[in-house]
């Protein structure tokens, strides 16, 4: 709306090596990134020639002091808080952005807001801040409905797969989950359990007792069913999906998917596995692989990566073997 191009890194790494090609006017920097943390990530940029005063601002769910200083000490020059509020990004941008010779004006400015004024479309759902939501995503009724039903689609199981995490004692990966839902919440306005995520994912990092987590986690977890199920009973009937159909997807562009969810499945990181089903879900399978390539995908997206990888294994060696057909 305001005349801004952004490029996206999807883990620390990638974002080193975009900046090392090109020169940006200002990097918004997320201190939760996979691969090279926030601060890895800002170091690295820093001794990169072209970006040694490039304004550097960190996104982060932690607005501690502590937080703040190490964010300043590795070469970043400001912070916002996450979730992100429009305006105070806005504002953000008018500080650090090079001043241009035709700024966007303030009236421009909030006609294009009051032009995504939202319709009644957004109904009243018990659990949910759906004025803060809307705020978030400048008042676009149909964005933030898409929001909605992509929380309902990706973030249903993430509760009781915290609860296998907790079970094996991998509290890291529990720690990766809870504090993605704590995110997402507080984007949509699901107010109570972005708190109450919060306070879990504190007590994860400070390695509290075994009691005291399964306390928790089972508080939020009410929270968590309810909203579902307000958001199921009140929301607007989604409208069907059709499967993707088309000519079958060449082999180079099934295996490059592949390849990508890989690393993720090991390290068991949700949020990159989802990046990827994004695109995974796409893809159009020859008919003898499709059966192999939707028990991936659902093992994926419901947090079963031991198994996944066990699919994901069996589904290359199926493509190895079958003719599946190549770029021309």
């Not at 306070?199 to 009691?211: G, P, W, Y």
């Not at 969810?261 to 990159?272: H, I, M, T, Y």
Request: glycine share 4%; charged share 30%.
């Amino acid at each position: 709306d305001i005349g801004i191009f952004a490029d996206v890194a999807n883990n620390g790494l990638v974002a080193v090596k975009k900046a090392e090609l090109k020169q940006y006017e200002m990097i918004l920097m997320d201190m939760q990134m996979p691969v090279m943390d926030g601060i890895e990530s800002t170091i690295a940029i820093r001794n990169i020639d072209m970006h040694k005063q490039t304004p550097i601002i960190a996104m982060t769910a932690n607005a501690m002091a502590g937080d703040r200083d190490r964010c300043l000490l590795a070469g970043m020059n400001d912070h916002i808080a996450k979730p992100i509020e429009p305006q105070k990004l806005y504002d953000m941008l008018l500080i650090w952005l090079p001043q241009r010779e035709q700024p966007v004006s303030e009236k421009k400015r909030k006609k294009a807001h009051l032009e995504n004024t939202p319709a009644s479309i957004v109904p009243v759902i018990p659990g949910l801040d759906t004025e803060s939501g809307l705020r978030r995503v400048l008042g676009k009724a149909d964005t933030y409905l898409s929001l909605l039903y992509k929380f309902i689609d990706s973030h249903s199981n993430d509760v009781t797969a915290l609860e296998q995490l907790i079970e094996k004692k991998d509290y890291d990966t529990g720690e990766r989950l809870i504090h993605t839902l704590k995110g997402v919440a507080g984007t949509i306005g699901a107010c109570d359990i972005q708190e109450k995520s919060a306070e879990l994912e504190k007590s994860l990092v400070e390695k509290k007792s075994a009691k005291e987590l399964e306390q928790m986690i089972s508080e939020l977890k009410q929270m968590h069913e309810e909203l579902m199920a307000n958001l199921k009973n009140n929301l607007p009937v989604k409208e069907k999906q059709e499967k993707v159909t088309g000519p079958v997807s060449d082999r180079e562009e099934l295996l490059l998917v592949l390849y990508e969810l890989e690393s993720p499945l090991k390290a068991c990181r949700p949020k990159l596995c989802k990046d990827v089903m994004a695109r995974y879900k796409k893809l159009v399978w020859p008919k003898d692989l499709q059966e192999k390539a939707d028990e991936l995908g659902s093992l994926t997206l419901k947090y079963k990566y031991k198994e996944a990888l066990t699919a994901y294994e069996k589904l290359l060696e199926m493509i190895n073997i079958t003719q599946v057909p190549a770029q021309s």
